[in-house]
T-cell receptor
Framework: AQSVTQLGSHVSVSEGALVLLRCNYS??????LFWYVQYPNQGLQLLLK??????LVKGINGFEAEFKKSETSFHLTKPSAHMSDAAEYFC????????????FGSGTQLTVLP | GAVVSQHPSWVICKSGTSVKIECRSL??????MFWYRQFPKQSLMLMAT?????????EQGVEKDKFLINHASLTLSTLTVTSAHPEDSSFYIC?????????????????FGPGTRLTVL
């Protein structure tokens, strides 16, 4: 079984400040990890993913995440927040087998203050 | 690349009627498609996994006879909410995963549609 925990359902940062969204996972097999962003009334857009190889993963819009196996974490960061980053962010882990179903965290709403 | 569309984007229907939602992968062939339901301010809940040409696999607690899924081709899956009731009102999102054909998107990634807002009166 797999699970994802996102610490902090709401995070507020000032424009230009560091963004840090936390994600911890549990998996009995080597995980595939994803971060998606959702804007209001829209579907999910892939920000970045980790499958194998380099543990620091760079994504779109200046976001990056680091896979830390020892900490079972995959935190999302961005050095400088923009107003357009305000959205809901979901961390997800992919299951084993050919279906590769996703298990999502509960989401973190990011607010960017002017 | 890896674009997934859904139609309609929103629908309002009367209680007791059926509603069909289409999910299409526009620029790749999707051997697997997933249907999710999302309640306001909540995460996505997987309803079912569908593979082209075979019956869908439903998650525990999801009524097969109420949520009919058809994955008739490598680019189209449909979700039909039968005899809809107000409690079925929700945001329904599909995703598609590539079958790994040359030139297609990664097979380990799900690409999501824009969602369909269903309101049952």
């Amino acid at each position: 079984a797999q699970s994802v925990t996102q610490l902090g359902s709401h995070v507020s940062v000032s424009e230009g400040a560091l963004v840090l969204l936390r994600c911890n996972y549990s998996s009995s097999v080597p995980p595939y990890l994803f971060w998606y962003v959702q804007y209001p009334n829209q579907g999910l857009q892939l920000l970045l993913k980790y499958t194998t190889g380099a543990t620091l993963v760079k994504g779109i819009n200046g976001f990056e995440a680091e896979f830390k196996k020892s900490e079972t974490s995959f935190h999302l960061t961005k050095p400088s927040a923009h107003m357009s980053d305000a959205a809901e962010y979901f961390c997800a882990v992919s299951g084993p087998g050919s279906a590769r179903q996703l298990t999502f965290g509960s989401g973190t709403q990011l607010t960017v203050l002017p | 690349g890896a674009v997934v569309s859904q139609h309609p984007s929103w629908v309002i229907c009367k209680s007791g009627t059926s509603v069909k939602i289409e999910c299409r992968s526009l620029d790749f062939q999707a051997t697997t498609m997933f249907w999710y339901r999302q309640f306001p301010k909540q995460s996505l809940m997987l309803m079912a996994t569908s593979n082209e040409g075979s019956k869908a696999t439903y998650e525990q607690g999801v009524e097969k006879d109420k949520f009919l899924i058809n994955h008739a081709s490598l680019t189209l899956s449909t979700l039909t909410v039968t005899s809809a009731h107000p409690e079925d009102s929700s945001f329904y999102i599909c995703s598609a995963r590539s079958g790994g054909l040359a030139g297609g998107p990664d097979t380990d990634t799900q690409y999501f549609g824009p969602g369909t807002r269903l309101t049952v009166l």
